[in-house]
């Protein structure tokens, strides 16, 4: 756990996997509190972010200025904060100083239940909040997680899903590859964007097409949001 981009290890093998071939694409989740001079060195349309911000824990617009440097860099990136109450004005501060291009996500928050005048003000900012705010029904549903999608943790054990704890087998031997295949999730809810951006019930792959490693939304005039999930 913890800031990958302050350890030197995680920057090199970024910039390094941005230039193979055969990747399309490389993102890492991030707070930005690391220096960014490493990107100018990586293939920047192949990396990409989701940078979060924690008011309270780092000055806006410190955040900004590295926000705008990444910018500056032409690097794809995201930015989001979780959603909550004490922290609205501080989303929206964040949202008006933002490029317009930049999409701006909320995570809704831990056991927090949000009225409908709170998830309004929310999705004012963010108008797929309502991915978020929401629990998904998952169970006997199809996910590409275990299929196209896997969670690796730091021994090499392979797993469908971050929130499944069954082991596939592991990357370094090669032996989960027999294992990947289709199937149903045996979860009753997804509720976190990481888990349930991946089930093919939900319309997410096309709302994020070509971003869904940095959660950066087709850019239309809902961010790729259908019509229908906007009601």
Same mark, same amino acid.
């Given at each position: 756990?913890?800031?990958?981009?302050?350890?030197?290890?995680?920057?090199?093998?970024?910039?390094?996997?941005?230039?193979?071939?055969?990747?399309?694409?490389?993102? +890492?989740?991030?707070?930005?509190? &690391?220096?960014?001079?490493?990107?100018?060195?990586? *293939?920047?349309?192949?990396?990409?972010?989701?940078?979060?911000?924690?008011?309270?824990?780092? $000055?806006?617009? @410190?955040?900004?200025?590295?926000?705008?440097?990444?910018?500056?860099?032409?690097?794809?990136?995201?930015?989001?904060?979780?959603?909550? /109450?004490?922290?609205?004005?501080?989303?929206?501060?964040?949202?008006?100083?933002?490029? *317009?291009?930049? !999409?701006?996500?909320?995570?809704?928050?831990?056991?927090?239940? !949000?009225?409908? @005048?709170?998830?309004?003000?929310?999705?004012?900012?963010?108008?797929?909040?309502? !991915?978020?705010?929401?629990? #998904?029904?998952?169970?006997?549903?199809?996910?590409?997680?275990?299929?196209?999608?896997?969670?690796?943790?730091?021994?090499?054990?392979? $797993?469908?899903?971050?929130?499944?704890?069954?082991?596939?087998?592991?990357?370094?031997?090669?032996?989960?590859?027999?294992?990947?295949? /289709?199937?149903?999730?045996?979860?009753?809810? &997804?509720? &976190? #964007? +990481?888990? !349930?951006?991946?089930? $093919?019930?939900? /319309?997410?792959?096309?709302?994020?097409?070509?971003?869904?490693?940095?959660?950066?939304?087709?850019?239309?005039?809902?961010?790729?949001? /259908?019509?229908?999930?906007?009601?």
């Amino acid at each position: 756990m913890g800031e990958g981009l302050t350890r030197s290890w995680y920057r090199q093998t970024l910039t390094r996997l941005s230039h193979l071939p055969h990747v399309d694409r490389v993102a +890492i989740q991030t707070n930005l509190a &690391c220096r960014l001079d490493w990107v100018a060195d990586t *293939d920047r349309d192949t990396l990409a972010l989701w940078a979060t911000y924690h008011p309270g824990q780092v $000055r806006r617009d @410190a955040f900004l200025a590295k926000c705008a440097t990444l910018h500056d860099l032409g690097v794809r990136f995201s930015v989001g904060v979780v959603g909550q /109450p004490g922290h609205l004005a501080e989303a929206r501060a964040l949202r008006a100083a933002l490029p *317009d291009d930049v !999409y701006l996500w909320v995570n809704a928050a831990d056991g927090h239940r !949000y009225e409908p @005048a709170e998830e309004a003000d929310w999705t004012g900012i963010d108008p797929l909040f309502g !991915y978020s705010v929401r629990p #998904h029904e998952s169970a006997g549903r199809a996910c590409r997680a275990g299929e196209t999608v896997i969670s690796v943790r730091g021994d090499g054990q392979v $797993r469908r899903c971050h929130f499944v704890d069954e082991p596939l087998g592991n990357l370094y031997d090669g032996s989960y590859r027999a294992a990947l295949g /289709p199937r149903p999730c045996p979860n009753q809810l &997804c509720d &976190c #964007h +990481i888990g !349930y951006v991946h089930l $093919r019930t939900l /319309p997410l792959y096309d709302v994020f097409a070509g971003g869904v490693l940095e959660r950066v939304p087709v850019r239309d005039a809902t961010w790729g949001v /259908p019509a229908r999930a906007l009601r």
